[in-house]
């Protein structure tokens, strides 16, 4: 029992020198050729000063020089002044006027012309506080830094030593031979010239512009990803997104979900689920419930189809839609294959099994074409292409129909039509009715001709014209059987109507946003104490007082509260 009692007092005495070891504080060490006292002015401390060599003080892997310092042994404290130098290792370097530490705690604080350098940073600023138990220094008085590519200036700023990267707030601003970044906060990394930015910043470069709330971007290879309200501002474009990539050496830029590109040009804005900008080539990609909406005199146009490309110069902008492609106007709707338009030409052409509407009248053939005013940009024509077949459902039984090899239209000032000329190789199938008894039908024609005109009023068929001895015979409904009714050719697709916006899209599957990879808010707590602002202890010899240590909520790395709900 007594080599028991031995052995657990032993255990207690060896882990009381254990403890007692790692609270041991070493002494500062000095040299000093010429040194003296004032009991009156500096009770207890030893002044120093500079004859031929300058004071030298080391403490724990730190050498500091000055031309003269004040040395209080009993507190392990030093303040120094002039031409005072601090050296940590072979990797940092710490030149100031004035400069104070203390080796209990390993606090130092240095002003007036203050400069931290290391291999690829130098920090300018005008006061420094440096934890070297921490390996942190911290400014708040404003403060500069440069590294090979950028220049960096804040109000505030903390230097992680150990991991090399340096967090900017207030007013911070970046600038290189390329672009200027200003931000609240943002967080860089000097090895990889990485950064992350919180809270509203802008890069501005050149010819463009990029506005976030949050992202990252890496200032030695130009290229940077945002997730908050991102916006790139071209010379005649603005893109937006949920998230957006940027990537200024190559002019290129990609956004996913919810994206919006908006031509202040030609007044049109793109829409889709991902969108690629390629700025030299001034081209624009968009898919994903892709739809692009364009002003067209009074009205607009949609266009939707399965992929989106925008291409060209300002005044020689052309759109073109693939795969399943969609239109509707005010009175008018269509679809085909793909998609063709250009503004510069003032035309649309509708390719590939093409249909087009204006209200119950229905326009095929192997190739559709709108010709808008260039000047004013109302729709002014429209011609049919090989096969063209017009159908415009009765409303009682049966279809008006005319064929023929070309078809041309023109339109009214209300996008109304108002005639329409076949050439070649023309048939009709036209319903009579009584003009009083406008249920009734009277009679049915079928006529062939080389060529017809046709006149409208109210979208409606007026009127028909036959050139060059037609031959035209008007039957009884009764004498005329229900299997000879459609011309050769008839495929009435009244079902592919477009009348509303939702409808552009019924033929996609459905669609689920991929889920985009934030970026988490920093999780830092204040460089002189905690939330609470706690005030650390001083060196009651230090010029600085508590209220120079004070902790304020500017300079807390964190942003708002609201920032942080959005994450929630």
Known sequence: MKKLFFFIGFLLLSGSAVFAQKKETKEINYTSERTSKNEEKYPG???????????????????????????????????????????????????????????????????????????????????????RQKQQAFYRSGGKVRDTASTITSKVGRYYLDNKKITFLNDVEVTNEENTINSNHLDFYEDTGESYLYGPSTITGENN?????RGFYDTHKDYGY????????????????????????????????????????????????????????????????????????????????????????????????????????????????????????????????PVAFVDLIQMTGDTIELFNNTKTNKLDSLSVHDNAFLIQKDSISGYNQVKGKMMYALFKENNELDVADFIKNTETIYYWRDEKEKEEIIGINKAVSSSISIEFQDNEVYAIEYFESPENTTFRPSDFPENARKLRGFNWRGEERILTKEQLFEAEKPFDLPKIKGIPLPDEKSFFGD???????????????PEDLKARREDHPSTSEEEESKDN
């Open 531 to 545: 939330d609470n602002l706690e005030i650390p202890k001083i060196n009651e010899k230090s010029r600085l007082n």
């Open 45 to 131: 401390a030893l002044i120093m000063y500079k004859v031929d060599n300058q004071v030298n003080f080391t403490h724990e892997g730190i050498k500091v020089w000055s031309d003269q310092a004040i040395f209080y042994k009993e507190d392990n404290f030093f303040r120094a002044s002039g031409n005072v130098k601090m050296i940590q290792g072979d990797t940092i370097t710490l030149t100031s006027g004035y400069a104070e530490y203390d080796g209990n705690t390993e606090f130092a604080f240095a002003s007036n012309d203050v400069e931290l350098s290391t291999p690829t940073t130098l920090l300018t600023t005008d006061s420094l506080f440096f934890d």
């Open 226 to 353: 945002f997730v908050r309200n991102s916006t790139i501002y071209y010379e005649n474009r603005e893109m937006r997104g949920d998230s957006i990539y940027f990537d200024r050496t190559k002019g290129f830029a990609s956004a996913t979900n919810n994206i919006k590109v908006i031509d202040t040009t030609h007044q049109s804005i793109a829409r889709g689920h991902y969108a690629e900008v390629h700025q030299d080539k001034d081209s624009v990609f968009i898919t994903k419930r892709a739809l692009v909406s364009k002003k067209q005199g009074q009205d607009s146009i949609h266009v939707h189809s399965d992929t989106l490309m925008i291409t060209g110069k300002p005044d020689h902008r052309v759109i073109r839609g693939y795969y399943d492609a969609r239109f509707l106007k005010e009175n008018m709707n269509g679809k085909a294959d793909s998609i063709y338009m250009s503004e510069a030409q003032g035309i649309t052409k509708l390719l590939g099994n």
């Open 209 to 213: 512009k990029v506005y976030f709330e």
